[in-house]
């Protein structure tokens, strides 16, 4: 018998529901800095205190805590460092939770409070607690805007770590990265396919700031932004079309109306590879079945299986060729082709 199985099931549903006090104190070690002020080594929580302008007791509380579950470490002298789990909370390091932890307790925690809302109704949570879509809300907060992308690039280089070895795009001469964003999934795939060229294809105001990273990166050789609106259509003609982490974001009805630009725009022999979440049927546990309500209360979107997967793309003109799963539970690729 394991510990889990010892501990009694009130206990256990105890520590379920107020595994929100956790992220909360995760939440604001991360909007006051801490991991980064621990970066050069250990401080006291009276220098912590003083450099974030907090009470030093209070803060004390609040780092002891997030010491028991081994985000931060405190020694005999009563000094804070970080450990390998708050070294994610800093800034600019491979694979950052910073801005996540900030938006998912920040912008998203109201929508997640009002869920009833959309359990009851089907609607969108957040619509009704900020008056807007989220995507309407980043344009008009751009703060949080700004650290919303701060939060998908740290959860795309967690994705392109477990994409690149799990698939061959060697024979892809074309690419099509649709909804790329900062480009930085297509950058990965022709750093290891040489003689590739491609396009990153986002919404104009996104791809304006795209091809400044793509300039810097040494990648405006074989790299070009095109802006436009992929419920209207996507480029012609490429070897693949690469979809990481969108479909997600829709209904079933706009996912469809997506895939049938993308066969639109494909030719008879290119490849869509779309990259997400493919949950498991039945009772297993699987991370996407809590990221699809996520999706419920912010987005109208969800998390699909391999079915509802197959019969989307059906529904758009094309066809479920495989499904391949990385090493992530969050991140497999499912690949389709033109009926």
């Known amino acids: 018998m394991n ?3 010892q501990i009694p099931p009130p206990a256990q549903m105890l520590q379920m529901i107020t595994g929100f006090w956790t992220s909360c104190c995760i939440y604001n070690a991360a909007k006051l800095d801490i991991a980064d002020l621990l970066a050069d080594g250990a401080q006291t929580t009276e220098q912590l205190a003083e450099t974030t302008h907090c009470d030093a007791p209070s803060l004390y509380r609040v780092l002891r805590a997030l010491a028991s579950v081994g985000i931060f470490s405190e020694n005999e002298k009563g000094e804070f460092s970080n450990t390998m789990l708050s070294d994610t909370l800093q800034n600019n390091v491979p694979g950052s939770m910073k801005a996540m932890a900030i938006a998912q307790l920040g912008d998203h925690y109201n929508a997640w409070g009002n869920l009833l809302y959309s359990i009851k109704t089907g609607n969108i949570a957040f619509d009704k607690v900020e008056g807007m879509p989220v995507w309407k809300y980043y344009e008009t907060h751009p703060a949080e ?13 967690a994705s392109i770590m477990n994409i690149l070895p799990a698939y061959d795009f060697s024979r892809f001469k074309t690419i099509v990265d649709i909804g790329g964003g900062n480009g930085a999934l297509l950058m990965a795939v022709l750093d290891t396919v040489k003689d590739a060229t491609g396009i990153v294809f986002d919404m104009e105001y996104v ?5 400044k990273e793509i300039n810097a990166k040494g990648f405006a050789g074989r790299c070009r932004t ?19 982490m969108i479909l997600h974001d829709w209904n079933d009805e706009k996912s469809i109306q997506i895939l049938k630009n993308c066969a639109n725009a494909m030719n008879s022999n ?6 997400e979440s493919v949950i ?4 297993t546990p699987h991370p996407g079945k809590f990221m ?12 699909r299986t391999e079915k509802e997967f197959a019969s989307l793309f059906s529904k758009a003109g094309l066809k479920l060729s495989k499904v391949i799963h990385t090493h992530s539970p969050m991140f497999s690729i499912v690949e389709s082709i033109k009926i």
Do not use: C, R, W
């Not at 805007?145 to 280089?157: D, H, I, L, R």
């Not at 290119?270 to 990259?275: D, I, N």
């Open 3 to 5: 510990n889990q199985q």
């Open 145 to 157: 805007g700004v650290n919303f992308m701060k939060a998908m690039t740290g959860f795309s280089g």
């Open 207 to 211: 791809v304006h700031e795209t091809q």
């Open 226 to 244: 095109q802006g436009g609106d992929f419920f209207v259509s996507v480029p012609n003609g490429a070897d693949v079309y690469l979809m990481k």
């Open 270 to 275: 290119s490849t869509l590879l779309v990259m």
């Open 280 to 283: 498991s049927e039945g009772n």
């Open 292 to 303: 699809d309500i996520n999706m419920l209360a912010m987005t109208g979107g969800k998390e």
